[in-house]
């Protein structure tokens, strides 16, 4: 049973920054993709990042956070992270990791994309 793990998550005021962590479990993740999402109230689940691919590793941004956000992963933990820098208000949400068996190009920004969700973290902004 995969299992993934959000950790890092808090309160931090306008222009900080946080770093998430992911820990999988159940199996390992390799070139599969591995992301985050979020939820803020009152609207719909979004794309934030991704990560693909091995050893060359290729990440995908919502335009919203492109320049601030940053994903990462490290196979030999099979962990994936979000550095968050000059954080706003409005990335305040409840942030999802996700784990896929596959890649798809036609849902790498979509929630059907993704096989794996974790319980979420959250992430509070205050300006």
């Known amino acids: 049973q995969v299992q993934l793990v959000e950790s890092g998550g808090g309160l931090v005021q306008t222009g900080g920054s946080l770093r998430l962590s992911c820990a999988a479990s159940g199996r390992t993740f390799g070139s599969e993709p591995m992301g985050w999402f979020r939820q803020a109230p009152g609207k719909e689940r979004e794309f934030v990042a991704t990560i693909i691919g091995w050893p060359t590793r290729y990440s995908y941004y919502a335009d919203s956070v492109k320049g601030r956000f940053t994903i990462s992963r490290d196979n030999a933990k099979n962990t994936v992270y979000l550095q968050m820098n000059s954080l706003k208000p409005e990335d305040t949400a409840v942030y999802y990791c996700?784990?896929?068996?596959?890649?798809?190009?036609?849902?790498?920004?979509?929630?059907?994309?993704?096989?794996?969700w974790g319980q979420g973290t959250q992430v509070t902004v205050s300006s």
């Open positions: 996700v784990a896929g068996d596959r890649d798809s190009f036609g849902s790498r920004y979509s929630v059907r994309g993704y096989d794996y």
